[in-house]
């Protein structure tokens, strides 16, 4: 049996838990390819509050990869954020 979700992706889900999920599954460098995958995708298929959400993500992605917190830093209690994270020394 297949569930299929109706909504649009900017009402389910916060732009926040989505860039810590995106984190987690691919680290920084596959997190903000993916984003860029997901606008394309929106704007091929007219989805404009799709395409806009995931631009924020993407925007919040940039900021994170051009700031001094970069990708050696992302950790939480429960370990690291992305697989190509290393801890600093």
Partial sequence: ???SQNRPTHEIMDTDAMMVALLRAYGLPG???RA???IG?????GLVD????????RN???N???SDYGPGNLFTPSGQIGPTATRPD
């Fill in 64 to 66: 994170l990869a051009s």
């Fill in 36 to 38: 860029r995958h997901h």
């Fill in 60 to 62: 919040q992605l940039e």
């Fill in 31 to 33: 997190a903000r390819e």
């Fill in 1 to 3: 049996m297949t569930v």
């Fill in 41 to 45: 995708r929106c704007v091929e298929a």
């Fill in 50 to 57: 799709d395409a806009a959400f995931w631009m924020r993500i």
